[in-house]
T-cell receptor, first 111, second 114 residues
């Protein structure tokens, strides 16, 4: 079963609005990562947050992590058409030497 | 640096045929992995390697073999292709602590099994 689950599965907003995606996971982790995938392309790393961190920023991206709820959120502020993509969270379950991805959130930014 | 490269970009196979998907990286990364991506299923880990000579199974290893004779290369072999293996395959690599750190993905190989 998937370690990470994103919510919602699809999100459509107007350009300039903020987009929030959530990720829930099941077991204790070391790190949680967010990736973006443009249609037909490989995944690109966006941000990594460690289990002892609660919030991290990178440009227009803000990631939070709540280990007590086993959840994370990715906020994209002031969205642009170029942000249209699928977004995936990935977690590394402690004790397992592998990274497991969720099913992704498909984000559409309407001009 | 070319990063992570994958060949071929697209392949059509008939059921029962075998083939090898190539993956190479020029970043001297120890950790490499193979994922498959199916519509609505996200990425599922097939096999991974923490260094030359060491491989292990992921979530969906059946029907696939891997080897890691060098740090640079991590080929994925389909032993006897089945329609259920129609998918997009991604190779990824990582340095430092491997799976815990940033993964660098290749552009993918689209495989169609008839």
């Amino acid at each position: 079963s998937q370690q990470g689950e994103e919510d919602p599965q699809a999100l459509s907003i107007q350009e300039g609005e903020n987009a929030t995606m959530n990720c829930s996971y099941k077991t204790s982790i070391n790190n949680l990562q967010w990736y973006r995938q443009n249609s037909g392309r490989g995944l690109v790393h966006l941000i990594l947050i460690r289990s002892n961190e609660r919030e991290k920023h990178s440009g227009r991206l803000r990631v939070t992590l709540d280990t007590s709820k086993k959840s994370s959120s990715l906020l994209i502020t002031a969205s642009r058409a170029a942000d249209t993509a699928s977004y995936f969270c990935a977690t590394d379950a402690r004790g397992a030497q592998k990274l497991v991805f969720g099913q992704g959130t498909r984000l559409t930014i309407n001009p | 640096n070319a990063g992570v490269t994958q060949t071929p970009k697209f392949q059509v196979l008939k059921t029962g045929q075998s083939m090898t998907l190539q993956c190479a990286q020029d970043m001297n990364h120890e950790y490499m992995s193979w994922y498959r991506q199916d519509p609505g299923m996200g990425l599922r880990l097939i096999h991974y390697s923490v260094g030359a000579g060491i491989t292990d199974q992921g979530e969906v290893p059946n029907g696939y073999n891997v080897s890691r004779s060098t740090t640079e290369d991590f080929p994925l072999r389909l032993l006897s292709a089945a329609p259920s293996q129609t998918s997009v395959y991604f190779c990824a690599s990582s340095d430092l602590q491997g799976y815990q750190e940033t993964q660098y993905f290749g552009p993918g190989t689209r495989l169609l099994v008839l």
